[in-house]
């Protein structure tokens, strides 16, 4: 079966990174979680230079309900290369994941170096600095900040991007501004077919309503590219 052969591959090349990750990628399907972890960890060992191997085992570790582990190795992959803006992403959501919220805006702040012109690490650091809810992490004028430069770099009318920007003036306690921006997000989202987001959408604009801020403190979730 594909099992027998992948451990053959690995056989055949025992020095080989790519091996060792292909041979993984099966134990996984098979539920093999601990073995396939096993074999990841061999394969950062034997391409320390190896993006993928690095990526593979984060994701595995998480998989496996070892968060903390996860976010050890997706940091690893943060300081090895900062121009990887999804992997800042994905760590800052592990360190959430994990209660610590500091940890998580500290990870984006950090990317701002190297991703500071990628638009989800500015949406997802403006969102956390809207609405964390510990009081002394949040910062109404960076998010707001930062959440316009999001959509300016967009060139577009994104209702995610906007939903924060809302969230960022009513932190700032312009509610007039926030609704507004989340009224035209949920106009934006309709003709774009993104109803998931009414629900959401609509719970802020009562907020704004009663002049009341948005406390949540996690991003909305982008798939990992």
């Known amino acids: ?36 972890i096993a074999a990841l960890h061999e ?14 085992l984060s994701e ?18 943060v300081t090895k290369w900062p121009e990887n803006c999804e992997a800042s992403r994905a760590a800052s959501g592990l360190a959430a994941r994990l209660n610590d919220e500091q940890k998580a805006i500290e990870i984006l702040q950090n990317a701002l170096a190297s991703c500071g012109h990628d638009p989800n690490v500015l949406n997802d650091l403006a969102w956390r600095l809207a609405t964390s809810k510990q009081s002394q992490l949040r910062d109404g004028q960076k998010a707001v900040e930062f ?3 999001a959509s300016v770099i967009a060139e577009d009318d994104n209702p995610i ?10 932190e700032i306690g312009d509610f007039d501004k926030a609704l507004d921006t989340a009224q035209r997000a949920q106009q934006v989202a309709s003709e774009h077919g993104s109803a998931g987001m009414d629900a959401e959408l609509a719970a802020h604009i009562e907020l ?3 002049q009341q801020p948005v406390r949540e403190g996690r991003p909305h979730n982008h798939p990992l590219i």
Do not use: C, W
């Open 208 to 210: 704004y309503r009663k």
């Open 147 to 149: 959440a316009r430069k």
């Open 1 to 36: 079966g594909a099992g027998k052969l992948h451990e053959k591959i690995v056989e055949l090349n025992p020095n080989s990174a790519d091996a060792r990750i292909v041979l993984a990628g099966g134990l996984l399907v098979q539920g093999k979680n601990k073995e396939a």
């Open 161 to 170: 991007f906007l939903d924060t920007l809302s969230a960022a003036y009513a």
């Open 60 to 77: 595995a570790l998480d998989k496996d309900g070892q968060l903390d582990e996860s976010l050890k190795v997706m940091l690893q992959v």
């Open 43 to 56: 394969a950062v060992r034997l391409g320390p230079d190896d993006q993928r191997a690095f990526l593979r």
